[in-house]
């Protein structure tokens, strides 16, 4: 549910999700039965993102990707099965030791990125970064967008998956994410949306909103969408 910050649930809200209890919560092997990257449908979508990430990014055994809340790093592990491309993921304590008791591949950097992003630890030359499903759950999106375009060589490319509203997701900053609102909200940090590709999964159908208007018909009832954006170039 989006709360903005004026509303007096928001205060409650974005505490509950700067917990320690909630960060350590979301992916621990407590939990193994309700992770969804053990689910079928989950597999099924990871490997139809991979497919649009090898293609789009156009990753290879010489790429250096960068994950932004991964998670343990399912999909990850799946393109460099595919590619031999270099990898790291950021993302919590519980994720890490996900990662480590499942005997991933890659590097793992840990780092709660609710209020921003540290980018000292980011000591390679990404050719990518990718964000599935990440920055909508975040409380500074921007910082991690604007500190990323500086950090990053200019051929860098930054795949974005975003939930569709119409399929009930949870927000801090619901409007922002809107079909519209996020291809500008990236504009304005330096990144220009190339392309984008619907999902496997689909929502009930509502009428197209306001904030809609670049969207194309076939994107309306996608699950998410997948955006790619490249830097814009002073």
Request: charged share 25%; net charge negative; glycine share 6%.
């Amino acid at each position: 549910m989006f709360r903005h910050p004026s509303d007096e649930k928001f205060e409650s809200h974005y505490l509950l999700e700067h917990t320690e209890e909630q960060q350590d919560q979301e992916w621990t092997t407590e939990n193994l039965g309700k992770l969804r990257d053990t689910e079928q449908s989950w597999i099924d979508r990871y490997k139809y993102e991979k497919t649009i990430a090898i293609k789009e990014v156009g990753i290879t055994s010489e790429s250096n990707i960068l994950e932004l809340g991964s998670g343990p790093g399912y999909l990850g592990q799946l393109i460099m099965d595919d590619t031999g491309c270099d990898y790291t993921f950021v993302d919590k304590i519980g994720a890490k030791n996900l990662w480590e008791e499942r005997g991933y591949k890659g590097t793992f950097i840990l780092q709660n990125m609710m209020d921003g992003i540290d980018v000292t630890p980011l000591t390679k030359e990404y050719d990518a970064i990718i964000a599935n499903d990440f920055l909508e759950h975040v409380s500074n999106p921007g910082n991690i967008v604007r500190n990323l375009h500086k950090h990053t060589p200019d051929h860098c490319k930054f795949l974005i998956s975003v939930p569709n509203w119409r399929m009930g997701h949870d927000w801090i900053y619901r409007g922002l994410f809107d079909f519209d609102n996020i291809i500008y909200f990236m504009f304005t940090h330096g990144w220009a949306c190339t392309t984008v590709y619907e999902s496997n999964f689909k929502t009930p159908y509502f009428p197209r909103t306001s904030s809609e208007t670049m969207m194309q018909d076939e994107l309306l009832t996608s699950w998410n969408w997948y955006f790619t954006f490249e830097k814009i170039k002073k």
